[in-house]
């Protein structure tokens, strides 16, 4: 089948190429000429893991990319949309870049003879495929549904392991107000291993948000009992590993630590706190989970406050930029608010991350970026780890190298040995 992308992040660019790989056709479009540029030239705009070696697989060959929204939807049958849905100052679901993208989508449509899908895969609150997409659509077409498809197709694939998870799914769902949209994009699946979910728009964007806020309430719950764990003298990891062998409960997720971050969690269960707010439901639990959530970065500063007292002046190593292991996304990474908090303070920052520095400079050009973790360590009074990469797991030696071995551990990664004063955040 021919497919166009449209939106060439993270879901997109993954996405195409392993649409790619499954044997369609596929044309990427972006307003970002930069991302065009890349993408054609075979270097993914994003880093994933096995990313790279997809695309310049492809590339030329079954997959290409454009800015021309009219070239893309008259050479393919199905378009994606792949934007992004970031939250507005109120913490609510900011659909002006999907609108932007309908109308387009729309504009090119007009001329278009043949039956064409388009399908929502950005992440987008109950209701919008039906009340927002289509109605632009067949705005700026001029056509009615029927004359075109309309489905939603939620993305679940983690960053870190995006190809991975888009070509070995646990779920594939599929949301469309009639049969043979539907049809057309459950066919796209057929070379996975996957029984396709098939519901209706509504639903399928439901099912996106219960999955990440479900997700995010066992890290916040996780947490809390973590912190309580901490007072009481107890390890939460003891106490959650054997919580977690109720087949009820399962052990995953359930890592007490600095929190969730990244592009997904935070603004989807603020979205789903939004909508619920907006239709008249207070939703307290889903309040709470980014209540704990906000707090956890405080608590690492706080631990090391108690520990060296004042901070001014004081330098500071922080392990770990990206919001999780394996990704340069930095998006609402939980260094951000602990960098802020030390900045304020008066630290020192001296940083280093194997893949996010150069994110990260684009939100704070005051602190020192390191090439490794023994060039960040050198000096500091006490260090924090603040990202999972397995890199930090075996560090050892290195702290040998500060002025001061104090150690706080947001993401449980080290094992506590004589040479550090290690502090747990949560255990
Ligand atoms: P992103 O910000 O990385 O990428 C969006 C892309 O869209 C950018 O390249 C941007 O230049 C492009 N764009 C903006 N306006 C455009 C327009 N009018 N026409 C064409 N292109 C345009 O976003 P992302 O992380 O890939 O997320 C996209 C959607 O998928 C969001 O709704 C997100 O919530 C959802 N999602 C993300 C993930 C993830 O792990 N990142 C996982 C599942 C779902």
Sequence with gaps: ???SVIGTGYVGTV??????ELGHNVIC???DSTKIDQINAGIPPIYEEGLSELLNKHVGKGLSATSEYDFAVNNSDVSFICVGTPSDSDGNIDLSIVRAASASLGNALKTKKNYHVVVVKSTVIPETTEKVVLPIIEEHSGKRTGDFGIAMNPEFLREGKAVYDFMNPDKIVVGSLDKKSGDIVASLYSGLDCEVTRTNPRTAEMIKYVNNSFLATKISFSNE?????KKLGIDTYDVMSAVGKDFRIGPHFLNAGAGFGGSCFPKDVKALIGK???IGYEPVLLKSVIDVNEKQPSMMVKLLKNKLGNLNKKKIAILGLAFKNDTDDIRESRSIPVIKELLDNGVRVCAYDPMANDNMKRVFK???YHNSAIDALRGADACLIMTEWDEFKTLGKEFAVMENRVVIDGRHMLVPH??????????
Excluded: H, K, Q
């Design 15 to 20: 996405s195409a190429s392993c649409f790619a």
């Design 276 to 278: 619920a707010n907006e």
């Design 1 to 3: 089948m021919r497919i």
């Design 366 to 368: 005051n602190i020192e």
């Design 29 to 31: 479009v972006d307003i």
């Design 418 to 427: 004589d040479d550090i004063e290690y502090i747990g955040l949560c255990w």
């Design 225 to 229: 009992v973590g912190n309580i764990c």
